[in-house]
């Protein structure tokens, strides 16, 4: 499985990004797919989840302001995350856990996000 993420740069406070991943080398519809960050220093966190059957679930730092979905034809997970704060600023990966697949998943590359005046 291989996963490309993109869509990161440098946005102002306040402001809003969309992330795509773009997977390939599974039957795409058949995975969970999920969206991590890892700020400097700290450790990789859970943003965003979506399960093959498109239940979402969100994590606590970014609950209220990022949206997962799902395009299968595209083979593409997005994150929309909105009214951003200089704290949301880390490094944001996407990984896949397709069926039967080893229990760490598989990553990708993650696409940098920073969060300035």
């Known amino acids: 499985v291989q996963l490309q993420a993109s869509g990161g740069g440098l946005v102002q406070p306040g402001g809003s990004l969309r992330l795509p991943c773009a997977a390939s080398?599974?039957?795409?519809?058949?995975?969970?797919m999920a969206w991590y960050r890892q700020a400097p220093g700290k450790q990789r966190e859970l943003v965003a989840r979506i399960t093959r059957g498109y239940n979402t679930n969100y994590a606590d730092p970014m609950k209220g302001r990022v949206a997962i979905s799902r395009d299968n034809a595209m083979k593409t997970v997005y994150l929309q995350m909105t009214s951003l704060k200089p704290e949301d600023t880390a490094v944001y990966y996407c990984?896949?856990?397709?069926?039967?697949?080893?229990?760490?998943?598989?990553w990708g590359q993650g696409t940098l996000v920073t969060v300035s005046s």
């Open positions: 080398g599974s039957i795409f519809r058949l995975n969970n």
């Open positions: 990984r896949a856990d397709p069926p039967r697949g080893p229990p760490q998943g598989y």
